[in-house]
């Protein structure tokens, strides 16, 4: 079975703060696919990034970065100089060979970031 | 523009209706997906297709039916055997060859349902 815990249900900033989201993943896979959408007040997921078991790099894309370990079971996603637009609900997500078909989301992190 | 459109946003139903709620996509895309989101909850699948006539339970399909007559449709109703059926219903498709779940996900803007 895989699983996805993002054990942050909350998180409240100030404009300007470096924040960070917590994911971490079970999976008996060695070959799997971690993702992070965003779900601001529309509804509408919106796709952030995707990564495969077999690329650990660190990836930044402007003021978003992401740290995958794979050590830790862990895909981290951090917010540099946060802004009120970033406000929203962040999900993880895990997509292996043996539940294919089917990905895992988390339970998701509410952002709020105040001005 | 592409994109995936879902109908209505809003519905409202009584106990025991059946209600069907539309979605279609413009992306060419094969694989389409139905999630439901329940407050301070992560999204559970409920039916997935990986192509036109075929399709398969997600973990929750009970009380739920879907059709996958064509490749740019996904219709999903929701029957009154869904025991608690007042939820956000989002659709999703993946792109042309990762259709195995592996790509990205598209969703549509989704539909809510309150039960009256």
């Known amino acids: 079975a895989q699983k996805v815990t993002q054990a942050q249900t909350e998180i409240s900033v100030v404009e300007k703060e470096d924040v960070t989201l917590d994911c971490v993943y079970e999976t008996r896979d060695t070959t799997y696919y971690l993702f992070w959408y965003k779900q601001p007040p529309s509804g509408e997921l919106v796709f952030l990034i995707r990564r495969n078991s077999f690329d650990e790099q660190n990836e930044i894309s402007g003021r978003y970065s992401w740290n995958f370990q794979k050590s830790t079971s862990s895909f981290n996603f951090t917010i540099t100089a946060s802004q009120v637009v970033d406000s929203a609900v962040y999900f993880c997500a895990l997509w292996g060979w043996t539940n294919a078909g089917k990905s895992t989301f988390g339970d998701g992190t509410t952002l709020t970031v105040k001005p | 523009d592409g994109g995936i459109t879902q109908s209505p946003k809003y519905l409202f139903r009584k106990e025991g209706q059946n209600v069907t709620l539309s979605c279609e996509q413009n992306?060419?895309?094969?694989?389409m997906y139905w999630y439901r989101q329940d407050p301070g909850q992560g999204l559970r699948l409920i039916y997935y297709?990986?192509?036109?006539?075929?399709?398969q339970k997600g973990d929750i399909a009970e009380g739920y039916s879907v059709s996958r007559e064509k490749k740019e449709s996904f219709p999903l109703t929701v029957t009154s055997a869904q025991k608690n059926p007042t939820a956000f219903y989002l659709c999703a498709s993946s792109p042309p060859g990762t259709s195995g779940g592996t790509g990205e996900l598209f969703f549509g803007e989704g539909s809510r349902l309150t039960v009256l």
């Open positions: 297709s990986q192509i036109v006539n075929d399709f």
């Open positions: 992306l060419n895309h094969d694989a």
